[in-house]
């Protein structure tokens, strides 16, 4: 239903009560919204950051929550890629010293290192995005009781295909760069403490 | 002492000396001339500096003084890539466990030496198969190490070293881990390609039995070569340089 609201507000008796609602497509302009109505109509006009500073100071602080949140899960992941490739590294310290023996250059001994890495990275990186699509679709699945404008009820995801480009590049920037280490290191290896060690 | 074109390798006045504050002298001074078909065995207790003779031969580790010459070339301040090119082509290695890789069969294995040459692969995996073969495991070339005894893996692990016709082989207690009667098959093998194809062997064992098949022992102690003997029809002659040394071994 529409109704102007020049039309409407001289409908309103004298000590009538009334509340209307607005809701905006962009939540941010609420406040600038709020001040434009009450010029408009001199009557009592807040917004929901009034009701909730907290709310308002939250969804504010998003952003930046978000950015230290990724950064955690990347650290967290650049350790374990790294922890796991050094554990390879340290496994195959024999085989390494061999190749060493059998005249691999270091580099050689690098590219092995990174492209082991690289080749595992791949597979993990696709099912790392399947598995992460499966998941948001199992949460939609749940009786939120959620409303939004957009989508009506419940959480609808965003599965645009550039979001999977985005992940599978960082999956495999972030094995990369954290396989870096060990492979520098595999390839630094002194040939015969590496063939001595047990 | 000059070099001679039949000398393979010459160490001159080596030694290697380890640790900063309390300095180990694991080799002293050793000078020695192996020439070209030589089967030479290195003995003396552990800890006599023989495996860092054996890797300063085989430019695995480099020496804190003195030089080391390769068919009349000093590699003793080769770069890492210049000794790992020498290594690929003018060293073979057989270590006391086979250090085989585990995934590869016996064939891949004995290919990867020729691989790292950047060799075509047929022409790896023809050689390969040959040298299996001539070690005595031409049916057994698709196995892997878990399939094969210890006795066969040390095989395969001598048709890998001869890979890519080396110079030299050099054998650190490639017998050690072995039952009498495969250490036998072992240094039979060696033998035969000592004598077929004039192959250069440097084996360092303290199995005095296999020591005592070869034609040279230089018997080792705190760094210094304290005793050469010499085979001479069935027995050996010793040096001058043994006459302080207990002439058991």
């Not at chain 1, 650290?75 to 496994?91: D, E, G, H, R």
């Amino acid at each position: 239903m529409h109704i102007e609201l020049s039309a409407f507000l001289p409908t309103l008796k004298d000590g009538a009560s009334c509340r209307i609602e607005v809701k905006l497509a962009d939540y941010t302009r609420a406040p600038a919204m709020a001040k434009k109505l009450y010029d408009i109509s001199r009557y009592e006009a807040t917004n929901w950051q009034d009701f909730s500073r907290e709310i308002a100071r939250f969804v504010g602080n998003q952003g930046v929550t978000n950015i230290l949140f990724y950064m955690f899960i990347l650290l967290i992941s650049a350790f374990v890629i790294a922890n796991t490739t050094i554990m390879v590294v340290s496994k195959r310290r024999r085989e390494i010293g061999i190749l060493m023996a059998m005249g691999a250059k270091r580099r050689s001994i690098l590219m092995i290192s990174l492209l082991e890495n690289m080749l595992i990275s791949l597979p993990a990186g696709v099912l790392g995005a399947v598995l992460g699509y499966a998941a948001a679709q199992a949460i939609t699945l749940l009786p939120l009781n959620v409303t939004s404008a957009a989508a009506g009820d419940g959480i609808s995801i965003a599965a645009r295909p550039e979001y999977f480009v985005i992940a599978l590049a960082f999956a495999l920037s972030l094995n990369f760069v954290s396989g870096l280490y060990p492979a520098y290191s595999a390839a630094r290896l002194d040939p015969v403490e590496a063939i001595g060690s047990e | 002492m000059n070099n001679r074109d039949d000398d393979i390798i010459v160490l001159k006045d080596l030694s290697k000396i380890y640790g900063n504050g309390v300095e180990v002298r694991a080799l002293d001074g050793v000078s020695v001339r192996i020439l070209a078909g030589e089967f030479v065995a290195i003995v003396g207790p552990s800890g006599s500096g023989k495996s860092t003779l054996l890797n300063m031969i085989g430019l695995l580790d480099t020496p804190s003084s003195g030089h080391i010459f390769l068919k009349g070339i000093d590699v003793s301040r080769a770069s890492p890539d210049e000794r790992a090119r020498l290594r690929n082509q003018e060293l073979g290695f057989v270590f006391q466990y086979h250090h085989l890789i585990p995934e590869f069969t016996a064939v891949e294995n004995v290919m990867m030496p020729m691989l790292i040459a950047n060799k075509s692969k047929s022409e790896a995996h023809k050689r390969g198969e040959e040298l299996l073969r001539a070690v005595g495991l031409g049916d057994r070339l698709h196995s892997r190490p878990n399939q094969l005894s210890g006795g066969q893996n040390q095989r395969v692990a001598v048709a890998r070293a001869l890979a890519n016709n080396p110079s030299i082989v050099i054998g650190d207690e490639l017998t050690g881990n072995l039952d009498t009667k495969s250490s036998e098959l072992i240094y039979n093998l060696l033998r035969e390609l000592n004598q077929k194809i004039n192959q250069t062997f440097i084996l360092v064992t303290h199995d005095m039995t296999l020591a005592e098949k070869t034609d040279r022992i230089l018997r080792i102690v705190d760094g210094k070569i304290v005793c050469e003997m010499r085979r001479k029809d069935d027995g050996f002659v010793a040096s001058d340089l043994c006459e302080m040394g207990d002439g058991q071994n």
